[in-house]
């Protein structure tokens, strides 16, 4: 089978090194391992010339244990898998391949993530200082903002995968400011748009609150539905989170006030899978919504919260959560 030209040049896209010091280029090893797993998910035949995989659900490998050998190339084993799979089957492919790389660039800022120094951070310890001894402030000062940066980072790495695996996952794509139809009011300028199908606009968010809707960009949200009304599209908010919250109901309002849609929590992931079809609600449940929904099933309370400590050395990070423990070598 040969592929198009835009099947060729996603697929080329999917392996290639993304953009910064942490990205990650694809092997063949990782590409042949990702076809096999595409194949047994949609029960399709083994993929000739990629020895089998053991009997593993795919978070259960380490990330970069994620291989198999065989004498197929990946350009070949990818064209042998569309050859067989149903008519989406790229789109399933390179989901998983974009979850996939994601997930390996997360372990490499893991371990590459500088210490802050004290130069850094010490002037927001007068809020604490005399509290606790000045090496302790010192040593807590540094943990915590080591935390925050490798919480933002995954926060953006988990933004950047989102909205383009939901996009594809709804046969839409991710519109930026400058190409987009839907125009601002007033200026003319475009709006980036998170999924794009047909007529349809979609806006996706994980959650809204009062915290995350800050006064800055709050107009900009609620504005959102009118300019795609105006610009004749139709809105659709898309909230994971469904934790009921005055910003929430208001951004809901003004969806549906201006000829829209909105969907929240299990409705919008409801939403999002009769849209997909069989096979995207397929990836959508197995390696997004199914483990947010387990990890949102163990979620502790602060009632039986295990004691979680941190060692931080210029070698090692070991995080310690009750009786787990877990390692990771650092390079940085």
Not at 113 to 125: F, K, M, Y
Not at 144 to 156: G, M, P
Not at 207 to 219: D, L, Y
Not at 293 to 304: G, S
Request: net charge negative; with cysteine; glycine share 10%.
């Amino acid at each position: 089978m040969d592929l198009s030209k835009a099947q060729s040049t996603a697929f080329e896209k999917a392996r290639a090194r993304g953009s910064g010091g942490q990205g990650i280029t694809l092997p063949d090893d990782s590409v042949r391992a990702l076809v096999a797993l595409v194949a047994r998910d949609l029960n399709l035949p083994s993929i000739e010339g990629i020895d089998p995989l053991d009997d593993v659900e795919y978070y259960d490998i380490a990330v970069d244990e994620l291989t198999t050998t065989g004498e197929a190339s990946a350009l070949s084993a990818y064209c042998s898998l569309l050859r067989v799979g149903p008519v989406d089957t790229d789109t399933y492919f390179l989901s998983l391949a974009a979850l996939h790389r994601a997930r390996l660039k997360f372990a490499n800022i893991m371990r590459s993530q500088a210490s802050p120094t004290l130069e850094q951070v010490g002037p927001r310890g007068l809020l604490q200082y005399g509290s606790l001894s000045t090496g302790a402030l010192g040593s807590l000062l540094i943990v915590r903002k080591w935390f925050y940066d490798v919480d933002n980072r995954s926060a953006q790495e988990t933004g950047y995968l989102f909205e383009p695996v939901i996009a594809g996952a709804v046969g839409g794509v991710v519109v930026p400011a400058k190409s987009s139809p839907v125009k601002r009011e007033g200026t003319g300028s475009g709006r980036q748009i998170d999924c794009l199908r047909g007529t349809t606009a979609y806006e996706v968010k994980v959650r809204v609150t009062i915290a995350s809707s800050g006064k800055g960009r709050w107009q900009e949200e609620l504005s959102f539905p009118a300019d795609c009304e105006a610009s004749g599209y139709v809105p659709v908010l898309v909230v994971f989170d469904g934790t009921d919250d005055p910003k929430l109901s208001e951004l809901k309002d003004e969806f549906t006030n201006h000829g829209g849609q909105a969907h929240v929590g299990q409705d919008a992931w409801a939403h999002l899978k009769s849209e997909a079809g069989p096979t995207m609600s397929t990836f959508l449940e197995k390696y997004i919504h199914g483990p947010l929904t387990d990890l949102l099933n163990h979620t502790p309370t602060e009632r039986d919260f295990p004691r979680v400590s941190v060692l931080l050395r210029p070698d090692r990070v070991e995080f310690s959560v009750g009786k787990t423990t877990k390692r990771v070598d650092r390079n940085g």
